[in-house]
């Protein structure tokens, strides 16, 4: 164990790329190892977001370095219930399509929970898979994700340590997540089949793996906190050999993260200086130049105001640097500059920076818009319905090519007729999904007074599968990038820089960004400023921020505006997340308004609402690099 708070081993990784690696490489050993002494290696595998880099890790590996999986026997956790094995959200069709038919796994040794089994045949059902499990001698190795209310398998709140593979009803909170993949909660099975936490725990090793910022709290939960059942994995507590896998931003919340202090000694730098006065004063609710040595000193900073001789230049160095990330001019006031907005999807752009890219217009600015997906999987179809209706009055009414115009109404109007939730849709009705959210795209922007020659669709290619899972970056996504950096030549660019949206669209836009300004910045005069907004999701930590721009009400309400021009996203969006019931404008609205909050209880000017950039690269201190593992 690394410290006194981990009850578990932890391994921290710089990224799910990294860790995932680490879990498929121990996989791989398993199943060479067995293979050598002539035995079968059996795994229990999990599905979600979470293992897919495991999984396509371990697939290069069969394809590229011959590991055969001819002596692999699989056990899945869970399958919804009732499902059918065909359906897009059945576990059977995402194994399929994500690991089983890619390797050479025996067809005969492919366990999974099924979805099909009548309700008088589900106990024995379970009781059979236990069996199967125990026939083959139990699971060597079992991978595990985590749910938000800490579920492991569908093992929810309330599950006991001796629970076995049963059917089980779904938490609301994971309802509430799956509703994306189901494309609306109310199309989420209520009932799961699952392996109970006895089972799991029979496993012979255990790796959970956690990623992105939104499991931070569980995975602290399930680290530090008591056993309790109402956090299924807290009983991994007590395994012999269960290892937690996580990427930085998961491992954000453990107390060697957040607070290494607490733990002993640190490595000092200004980053982590910034980062305890910060955290002293909100916990103190007492502004930056008011802290004392002895407020410093009873919280466990003793040794910082040793290193400082006392907080008085710390807290004026803190507050100082704070005061500097404050500006009303985002592109300074020298000289007009180019700036290109990378956004992710259509309604990016302003849900994070309609209040500065409105600013940069008013100052002067060229500013250019980059949508780098088409959006159309948030497009509701009765929206389709509207729009198709539209058009053909309209050109009933001027006389434009009604007839062909009809029959593609009629073609749209059959098809949602016939659709299930989660089919692919038409390339008709996605012509027109895409069409509703540039229109969107263009209003908006011209709202905060981008011109429409400046707004510039990417379609990257990775988003188009019509399903919620995309494809991995090829060089098409970062060749569309390279594209318009080629044509705009900014001089500032902003990207998204979440790690925790949804889908995980956000970090692929990004990945495809980073790949395509190394080659830019090869052959560019000048090389672009990157700075990085955070999603609809969350902020940066206010120690992060290096850029503050400050919104006045009116401001902010114009922000409102323009955020209302994707009526498509208004009221409901297809895709709100899980977390959170808000509106995107609402949580804009919030988020920058809690921003000036924060400011303001440090003590800074107390403004009305800001908008937060970091500058990449986004500075890590040295406490927590050594944290990480390559
Ligand atoms: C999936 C499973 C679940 C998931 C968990 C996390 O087979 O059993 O426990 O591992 O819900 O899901 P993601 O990875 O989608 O966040």
Redesign the pocket.
Known sequence: MSNRFEKLPVKIYEDNARASSAVAARIADLIRRRSAEGKKAVLG????????NVYRELIRLHKNEGLDFSNVITF????YWPIQPDAFQS?HRWMNENFFGHVNIPKGEINIPAGTVGPDKVESFCRQYEENIRRCGGIDFQI?????TG?????EPGSGRESRTRLVYLDAV?RK??AG?FFGEENVPAQ?I??GVGSILEGREIAL????E??APIVQRAIEGEISSSVAATFLQSHPACTFYLDEAAAACLARMATPWLLGSCVWDELLERKAVIWLSQKLSRPILKLTDEDYAENGLAELIHNRRGCYQLNIDAFKRLMNTITGWPGGKEKPKKVLILSPHPDDDVICMAGTMSRFVKQGHEVHVAYMVSGFLSVFDYDVDRFADFVRQFNDIFGLTPKQTRSIEEHIEKFLRNKSPGDIDSPEVQAVKILIRRTEAVAAAKFCGVSEANCHFLNMPFYNTGKVQKLPIVRQDVHAVEKILDEVKPDIIFAAGDMSDPHGTHRMCLAAAMQALEQYNKSAARKPELWLYRGAWQEWPVEQIDMAVPLAPDELSQKRRAIFRHQSQKDTAMFPGPYDNREFWQRAEDRNMASAKLYDTLGLPEYHAIEAFARWPIKRSADSRKQLLS
């Open positions: 595998l999990a599905t979600g977001h979470t293992p897919i899945n956790l869970d399958e576990y595990l994700g985590i749910g938000r579920h492991i398998g569908f093992n994971t997540d799956a993949d799961a699952s392996m793996l956690a990623f992105g939104h499991k």
